[in-house]
């Protein structure tokens, strides 16, 4: 593991323990029922299926494949792959660290969602999913590259959605800039 990414972690991590309260909240937005909540929100905001069906597709799949590239990888948790000490006694320890599948699907579901938004909403859209990705680490649950990698992983699958069902132009908010 590079140097570079234990620093980071440690970074992130070594926040006050009252702040893995306060983050619980928005990290369950790439949880896996973060995506029929974005699909609800897609189709009240567009009444269009791509974006709603694109929500369900994306998150649930995102979060399924994520679990497939972590049993492929084998990266532990940050607990598993740094000297004892470094992590919080807190932290997440079951499971395998990369990819994280909240950033997966938190991404997954911004970026499939991103087309209908207007700015300002776009904007908030990935500052969620980059809060979600950065709560994962500040818990202990997943290395930055973990997130890195399912942030990549979730704005793929949105990329791909896309371009297999097209974006429906009339759709959307009346001030979309997209």
């Known amino acids: 593991m590079p140097s570079?990414?234990?620093?980071?972690?440690?970074?992130?991590?070594?926040?006050?323990?009252?702040?893995?309260?306060?983050?619980?909240?928005?990290?369950?937005?790439?949880?896996?029922?973060?995506?029929?909540?974005?699909?609800?929100?897609?189709?009240?905001?567009?009444?269009?299926?791509?974006?709603?069906?694109?929500a369900l597709v994306t998150g649930w799949g995102g979060w399924w494949l994520a679990k497939m590239?972590?049993?492929?990888?084998?990266?532990?948790?940050?607990?598993?792959?740094?000297?004892?000490?470094?992590?919080?006694?807190?932290?997440?320890?079951?499971?395998?660290?990369?990819?994280?599948?909240?950033?997966?699907?938190?991404?997954a579901c911004a970026a499939t969602l991103s087309p209908y938004l207007d700015r300002k909403w776009r904007a908030i859209a990935f500052g969620v999913a980059t809060?979600?990705?950065l709560t994962r680490v500040s818990v202990g649950a997943h290395l930055p590259m973990d997130v890195v990698g399912g942030a990549a992983l979730g704005l793929s699958l949105a990329y791909a959605w896309h371009l297999a069902v097209g974006i429906d132009r009339d759709a959307g908010m009346e001030s979309a800039d997209g």
């Open 131 to 133: 809060t979600v990705a």
């Open 69 to 107: 590239v972590k049993n492929a990888i084998e990266r532990g948790r940050p607990s598993a792959e740094l000297p004892e000490g470094v992590v919080r006694s807190t932290a997440i320890t079951d499971g395998l660290g990369f990819v994280s599948g909240h950033a997966t699907v938190a991404f």
């Open 4 to 54: 570079w990414e234990v620093t980071l972690f440690e970074w992130i991590h070594h926040v006050p323990r009252f702040v893995d309260y306060v983050v619980w909240l928005p990290m369950q937005a790439g949880s896996a029922w973060a995506p029929p909540v974005v699909a609800l929100v897609a189709w009240r905001l567009t009444r269009s299926w791509r974006p709603t069906v694109g």
